[in-house]
C-alpha cells in the first residue's frame, strides 16, 4: 500500500513537471531569444515570422523551425536599441505604467467601499444589484466596448488616458471577490467594533481592509496583469500612438523585428513577474478565500 502510493506520488509529480515545462519553454524561450542576433533568429525562425505576416495568407512551412535555448553568439544590441537607441519604446512602457498604476488603486479603492456595502447592506435591492454586478462580470470587454467608446465620446473623453482610466476603475470582478472576501468576517467581530464606539468608516478601515488583505492582494495582481496585457481599448479608444501602451506594438510585431520584440517582450514581463513573486502566497490565499478570520 505504501509503496503504491509513492508511485501514485511520483507519476504526478513526473505529469505535473512536464506540464510545467511545457507552460514556461514559451517564457524562456522568449528570455533566451532576445540575447541572439537578428540574423540567427531569422534562420531559426525566420520562416514562420515571414508566413505570419505575409500578405497572402498563410501557407504551408517546408523548412525545419529550430527550437534553441542557447544563443550561438549573446548579444546585447536588441537591448541597447530599446533602452538606449529607441526612446519611443520606453516612452510606451511608461505609457503602460501611467494607464495601469491609476486603474489598480482606483479600482481598489471603489471596489473595496462598494463591496463593504454590499456586505453591510441586507435587502432583495442588494441582492439584486449584486446579481447584475456578476452579470456584468461574465460579458467579455468586447461587448462593453461599443458602449464605452459611446460614454467617452459623450463625456469629451475619447482620445484621452482617462477613456480607459474611467472604464476599468468600475470594473465589477474585483467588487465580485472582494465582497466575497468581506462576507467571511464574523458579524460579532463587526459588533463588538460598534459597541467599542467605532464608526462605519473605522469598521471598514480597521477591522474590514485588514482582515481582506489577501483578497486585496489578489485583486490588485490579477487586474494588473489584466490591464497590462490590454490591447482593444487602447486601440480604439486611443487613436494617437503616442499615448498607446507597449502592449500594442508587441500585438503589431514586424517580421523584420523579431529580436527586438523579444528584447522588448521580456523587459515586458518584468513588472508582472516582481509583482507576481512578491504577492504569490497573498495570490493563492486570497482567490482560496482563506482569511485570517474564519465565519
Same mark, same amino acid.
Given at each position: 500500500?505504501?509503496?503504491?502510493?509513492?508511485?501514485?506520488? /511520483?507519476?504526478?509529480?513526473?505529469?505535473?513537471?512536464?506540464?510545467?515545462?511545457?507552460? $514556461?519553454?514559451? /517564457?524562456?524561450?522568449?528570455?533566451?531569444?532576445?540575447?541572439? /542576433? &537578428?540574423?540567427?533568429?531569422?534562420?531559426?525562425?525566420? @520562416?514562420?515570422?515571414?508566413?505570419?505576416?505575409?500578405?497572402?495568407?498563410?501557407?504551408?512551412?517546408?523548412?525545419?523551425?529550430?527550437?534553441?535555448?542557447? =544563443? %550561438?553568439?549573446?548579444?546585447?544590441? &536588441?537591448?541597447?536599441?530599446?533602452?538606449?537607441?529607441?526612446?519611443?519604446?520606453?516612452?510606451?512602457?511608461?505609457?503602460?505604467?501611467?494607464?495601469? #498604476?491609476?486603474?489598480?488603486?482606483?479600482?481598489?479603492?471603489?471596489?473595496?467601499?462598494?463591496?463593504?456595502?454590499?456586505?453591510?447592506?441586507?435587502?432583495?435591492?442588494?441582492?439584486?444589484?449584486?446579481?447584475?454586478?456578476? #452579470?456584468?462580470?461574465?460579458? =467579455?470587454? @468586447? !461587448?462593453?466596448? !461599443? =458602449?464605452?467608446?459611446?460614454?467617452? *465620446?459623450?463625456?469629451?473623453?475619447?482620445? /484621452?488616458?482617462?477613456? #480607459? #482610466?474611467?472604464?476599468?476603475?468600475?470594473? =465589477?470582478?474585483?467588487?465580485?471577490?472582494?465582497?466575497?472576501?468581506?462576507?467571511?468576517?464574523? +458579524? +460579532?467581530?463587526?459588533?463588538?467594533?460598534?459597541? %467599542?464606539?467605532?464608526?462605519?468608516?473605522?469598521?471598514?478601515? *480597521?477591522?474590514?481592509?485588514?482582515?481582506?488583505?489577501?483578497?486585496?492582494?489578489? !485583486?490588485?495582481?490579477?487586474?494588473?496583469? %489584466?490591464?497590462?496585457?490590454?490591447?482593444? @481599448?487602447?486601440?480604439?479608444?486611443?487613436? *494617437?500612438?503616442? &499615448?498607446?501602451?507597449?502592449?500594442?506594438?508587441?500585438?503589431?510585431?514586424?517580421?523584420?523585428?523579431?529580436?527586438?520584440?523579444?528584447?522588448?517582450?521580456?523587459?515586458?514581463?518584468?513588472?508582472? $513577474?516582481?509583482?507576481?513573486?512578491?504577492?504569490?502566497?497573498?495570490?493563492?490565499?486570497?482567490?482560496?478565500? @482563506?482569511?485570517? !478570520?474564519?465565519?
Amino acid at each position: 500500500m505504501v509503496k503504491n502510493r509513492y508511485l501514485a506520488r /511520483t507519476v504526478l509529480t513526473i505529469i505535473a513537471a512536464c506540464f510545467a515545462l511545457a507552460f $514556461l519553454m514559451p /517564457t524562456v524561450l522568449t528570455i533566451t531569444n532576445s540575447f541572439m /542576433t &537578428q540574423s540567427e533568429i531569422s534562420a531559426n525562425y525566420g @520562416q514562420v515570422f515571414k508566413n505570419a505576416s505575409g500578405s497572402e495568407g498563410k501557407t504551408y512551412i517546408a523548412e525545419t523551425v529550430n527550437l534553441k535555448f542557447i =544563443p %550561438d553568439k549573446v548579444t546585447f544590441s &536588441q537591448y541597447i536599441t530599446t533602452l538606449i537607441k529607441s526612446p519611443d519604446y520606453l516612452l510606451k512602457f511608461w505609457n503602460s505604467v501611467i494607464l495601469v #498604476i491609476p486603474i489598480v488603486l482606483l479600482q481598489l479603492a471603489v471596489a473595496s467601499v462598494t463591496a463593504y456595502g454590499f456586505t453591510r447592506w441586507r435587502g432583495k435591492v442588494r441582492s439584486f444589484l449584486f446579481f447584475f454586478y456578476v #452579470i456584468l462580470m461574465l460579458m =467579455p470587454y @468586447q !461587448v462593453t466596448l !461599443v =458602449p464605452n467608446y459611446l460614454v467617452s *465620446d459623450w463625456l469629451g473623453l475619447l482620445d /484621452t488616458r482617462w477613456a #480607459i #482610466i474611467f472604464p476599468g476603475m468600475f470594473a =465589477p470582478f474585483s467588487v465580485f471577490l472582494l465582497t466575497k472576501s468581506m462576507r467571511r468576517i464574523p +458579524s +460579532s467581530l463587526i459588533e463588538a467594533a460598534k459597541l %467599542d464606539g467605532s464608526s462605519e468608516w473605522q469598521v471598514f478601515t *480597521d477591522i474590514c481592509l485588514p482582515q481582506c488583505r489577501s483578497a486585496l492582494y489578489s !485583486v490588485a495582481i490579477l487586474v494588473f496583469i %489584466d490591464y497590462w496585457n490590454m490591447v482593444e @481599448q487602447p486601440i480604439i479608444l486611443l487613436k *494617437d500612438a503616442a &499615448q498607446q501602451p507597449l502592449s500594442v506594438y508587441l500585438s503589431t510585431i514586424n517580421a523584420n523585428e523579431v529580436g527586438l520584440a523579444f528584447a522588448i517582450a521580456t523587459i515586458y514581463m518584468v513588472p508582472c $513577474l516582481l509583482l507576481f513573486l512578491h504577492g504569490e502566497d497573498y495570490l493563492v490565499e486570497g482567490i482560496a478565500h @482563506q482569511g485570517s !478570520v474564519k465565519g
